[in-house]
């Protein structure tokens, strides 16, 4: 079954330090992968996608993520953290089923320290 | 361009009623997505409707349903509630009906708590 696993419940980074939030999902084939953010009260914002093709992918926010296919991973990294980066982030998959059905991890709470 | 909107913002209901949801898609989108998220959970998918049928589910029971109107807003119904129903439900509209791949675009959800 297809399943999205993101290690890290909670993690903390001082402003201005890099970021990776860590992503691997499961599934034999690759699907489509996604990162989203959720700031309270908010609902969730795309961040950036990744289908097929170059496998670092640009987002919004000086977001990137890298697909490794190898490592059945996809992770979200960003060079220089501000404190409005705060907030929830969700890695999400979708196979290609015929309709649109996203299957999320569990999260990773970031919490940016001054 | 006005984006996804959810009614109510938050809810209150004992266990055994029934509520119901709502969402406005975003202008154009023909595709409606409810998802059912715990606290301390990623979003799980309950059902997608597209011009107004049902065309896919997730593992909910019968007890969720829905239904998408000619305006392509769309209702979440949930009956003989749970305390385990309680959860923040998100709509996500999004055009198009190539399957996987579109963006999904999140209403900020409504909160259920169930007593």
Do not use: M
């Not at chain 1, 907030?87 to 309709?99: K, P, V």
């Not at chain 2, 202008?27 to 059902?47: C, D, E, M």
């Not at chain 2, 909910?60 to 305390?83: C, I, K």
Request: charged residues 15%; hydrophobic residues 30%; negative net charge.
């Amino acid at each position: 079954a297809q399943s999205v696993t993101q290690p890290d419940i909670h993690i903390t980074v001082s402003e201005g330090a890099s970021l990776e939030l860590r992503c691997n999902y499961s599934y034999g084939a690759t699907p489509y992968l996604f990162w989203y953010v959720q700031s309270p009260g908010q609902g969730l914002q795309l961040l950036l996608k990744y289908f097929s093709g170059d496998t670092l992918v640009q987002g919004i926010k000086g977001f990137e993520a890298e697909f490794k296919r190898s490592q059945s991973s996809f992770n979200l990294r960003k060079p220089s953290v501000h404190w409005s980066d705060a907030a929830e982030y969700f890695c999400a998959s979708d196979l290609n089923t015929g309709f649109q059905k996203l299957v999320f991890g569990t999260g990773t709470r970031l919490l940016v320290s001054p | 361009e006005t984006g996804v909107t959810q009614s109510p913002t938050h809810l209150i209901k004992t266990r055994g009623q029934q509520v119901t949801l709502r969402c406005s898609s975003q202008s154009g989108h023909n595709t409606v997505s409810w998802y059912q998220q715990a606290l301390g959970q990623g979003p799980q998918f309950i059902f997608q409707y597209y011009r107004e049928e049902e065309n896919g589910r997730g593992n909910f029971p019968p007890r969720f349903s829905g239904l998408q109107f000619p305006n392509y807003s769309s209702e979440l119904d949930v009956n003989a509630l749970e305390l385990d129903d309680s959860a923040l439900y998100l709509c996500a509209s999004s055009l198009g009906s190539s399957g996987s791949g579109d963006e999904q675009f999140f209403g900020p959800g409504t909160r259920l708590t169930v007593l």
